[in-house]
């Protein structure tokens, strides 16, 4: 390295490490201006200072190299999809013979005891704590809540005619529904004595579409609905077995031996009670039948009036009991309503010239109305219950072990012609008046007067027939003497059972006086 | 109703000891006579952890149709407790309709199905 003064140095290079590396110079050379050329030996001489360079930057510079790196790009890519199609499948589990299998496997499968045990001993003391509670609760007394709209009057939804029957002046004498609810059949004709001959049919149908009807002339037919042309496909003829009076009540039977056959059986005032059955060439046979004899009727000693004899005893209604179907209850002309069996053996006296042996059904004797009795219908609800009206106005609520009536309204100054219970609510029962009402009483409200009264027609025409839809509770169908026919629509209460009514009801029948 | 599990509870008291393993379908068949022969009780179900009853007073049909529907209804009452606090279970569940008091003793493995009519 030269210094700009001429100076030259000497540079030790190439040694690592920390320390400094100088090299210091000495110079010499001849002093220039500041000194007088005459001096002589001693001249000012200023010595540069010594530089220290720092070495060690530079290697590790040689040492180290800087680099830098940078991720690779990432390739990213946009797709969608949409389904262009879809399809809803639905799928159900059979609940029928799987899951009781499985009851009876998990049955004999072992059961984890002690753990089960364990289980119960812990809930049971929560249990019967709540249990207790419950028991002694009043919460929720009178609590009802309304799940539907409630509809608070009784409307009339249709008023039918038949144009031909109206023509002729004839009046409704029966109305059936059938048994899915959706159509009903009535039958035309005329009264003509109120109390001696009800004319023309009476009617009842239980399959959709064929009916039966008996005759004043004492035939029982059976009409197919569904054929268009002659509908009639059986009838019972003019033969000995037919009854000798018109024909007041008809009702299906259905045979306990075979489930799809049915029978018929029809009521009339000659005192037989018949059942029949259908053949193949159209006719009606007689299977079996009972015939009522005066002097074979149990009557009991409270009642005063006994009629002897074999006198023949008209029925004019019947009803079947809904809990033992071998059991009904038969009104009578008399005024009388017996219990009756169709499980009796004794021959009914005298031997009648009928093509079958009829029997003697009548068990016992229940205390009579003040005239003949039109109507009985046993409730639907309760085994020992039934109703029975007359054309003294009066209805009567009878249990089958007493003779003395439970409770008996008088409901019309005119006859009671048809008196049926409600199917949904036990306690409520529908009267035809001969005043032209429907009256619907509810022993749960008042013992004395009806709950609602339905005005039909006016006060000259009866109402001969009312009978309850048993698929659609809410529709009620009454015919009367001018021929129409109405439908009406009950309002809520009539429809669902309230929460206490099957014990009241249990504690009216239990009313019973030994 | 729901019960609320409370924290802070006194000491339960010790189990009782089991009591010999040949007698346990005994003590569970007492058991389940007593709590039958309650005033008012219907019917008296248990159903496993799958919903399946193993003990039952009622008829087939009926027992069935009660085991599935409750185990299911109790499942969701579980998880609607549950969902509102997470700290919370279930410990009982009531059914009150116009004829009958359905009450249901949950479990982690069982289930207690008891029908009471509370007759007034």
């Known amino acids: 390295m030269a210094w700009e003064d ?37 001249e000012d001489s200023a010595a540069r200072g010594a530089d220290v360079e720092s070495l060690w930057r530079r290697d590790q510079g040689t040492r180290c190299e800087a680099k830098s790196c940078q991720t690779g790009e990432i390739s990213t890519v946009e797709a969608a999809v949409q389904s262009h199609s879809s399809r809803d499948a639905g799928m159900q589990t059979n609940q029928s013979e799987e899951t009781i299998q499985n009851l009876d496997l998990q049955k004999e499968a072992p059961v984890d005891y002690a753990g089960l045990l364990s289980f119960l001993q812990g809930v049971e003391d929560v249990v019967i704590k709540e249990l207790n509670k419950n028991w002694r609760s009043h919460a929720f007394d009178g609590f009802e809540v309304n799940w539907v709209d ?19 002046k004839l009046q409704v004498t029966s109305i059936s529904w059938n048994a899915t609810g959706s159509v009903f059949a009535c039958s035309y004709g005329r009264l003509t004595l109120f109390i001696s001959a009800w004319s023309s049919h009476c009617l009842c149908s239980v399959d959709p579409l064929s009916s039966t009807g008996g005759l004043y002339s004492g035939e029982v037919l059976i009409w197919d609905m569904s054929r268009i042309e002659d509908p009639l496909i059986w009838r019972t003829g003019m033969t000995d077995d037919t009854h000798t009076e018109p024909v007041y009540q008809v009702n299906w039977l259905q ?38 004899v005066a002097q074979q009727i149990p009557w009991s000693m409270k009642l005063k009036k006994r009629t002897r ?11 079947f009991s809904c809990f033992d179907p071998s059991v009904f209850i038969i009104g009578l002309e008399g005024g009388y309503s017996l219990k009756c069996s169709t499980a009796v053996e004794t021959a009914a006296v005298p031997r009648t010239g009928n093509s079958v042996p009829l029997k003697a059904p009548a068990e016992f004797a229940f205390s009579p109305h003040g005239g003949p009795v039109y109507c009985v219908s046993c409730s639907p609800f309760h085994r020992n219950l039934f109703l029975s009206g007359g054309t003294d106005g009066h209805v009567h609520l009878h249990s089958m072990l007493q003779a003395q009536p439970l409770i008996s309204l008088q409901l019309s100054k005119k006859y009671l012609f048809s008196v049926r219970w409600s199917p949904v609510r036990p306690l409520v029962f529908a009267a035809a008046t001969g ?14 007067k009806p709950a609602v009264s339905i005005k039909q027609a006016s006060a000259q025409t009866p109402v001969y027939c009312i009978e309850f839809n048993f698929k659609q509770p809410q529709l009620l169908a009454a015919g009367d003497a001018s021929g129409m026919l109405k439908i009406w629509q009950l309002s809520s209460d009539f429809i669902q059972q309230g ?7 249990e504690q009216l029948a239990n009313e019973v006086t030994d | 109703r729901m019960r609320f599990a409370g924290g802070g509870a006194a000491p339960l008291p010790p189990p009782p000891a089991l009591p010999l393993p040949a007698a346990l379908p005994a003590e569970v068949e007492e058991t389940l006579k007593r709590i039958q022969a309650h005033k008012g009780v219907i019917g008296t179900i248990v159903v496993n952890a799958e919903g399946i009853p193993i003990r039952t007073t009622l008829d087939n049909s009926t027992t069935v149709q009660y085991a599935g529907l409750l185990h299911q209804l109790t499942m969701k009452a579980r998880s609607t407790v549950r969902d509102i606090d997470p700290q919370n279970d279930l ?13 249901v003793a949950p479990d982690k493995e069982y289930l207690l199905i008891v029908i009471q009519n509370p007759c007034e």
């Open chain 1, 6 to 42: 001429g100076g030259f140095r000497e540079a030790d290079g190439g040694r690592s490490g920390a320390g400094l590396q100088a090299s210091v110079l000495l110079e010499s050379r001849p002093a220039t201006a500041c000194l007088s050329p005459a001096a002589g030996m001693f």
């Open chain 1, 150 to 168: 409630q509809n608070e009057t009784v409307s009339c939804l249709h008023s039918l005619s038949y144009p031909e029957a109206q023509d002729q």
């Open chain 1, 255 to 292: 045979d306990s031996k075979h489930s799809y056959h049915f029978q018929i059986l029809s009521v009339s005032t000659d005192g037989k009670i018949l059942v029949w059955q259908t053949q193949r060439d159209g006719q009606l046979m007689l299977v079996e039948g009972f015939a009522l």
């Open chain 1, 309 to 319: 004899g074999e006198t023949a005893v008209g029925v004019t209604s019947l009803s």
């Open chain 1, 435 to 448: 005043e032209g009402e429907v009256q619907l009483f509810d022993f749960g409200k008042s013992s004395q």
């Open chain 1, 499 to 505: 929460p206490r009514e099957m014990n009241h009801l």
């Open chain 2, 91 to 103: 410990t009982f569940l009531r059914i009150r309709s116009k004829k009958h008091e359905i009450m």
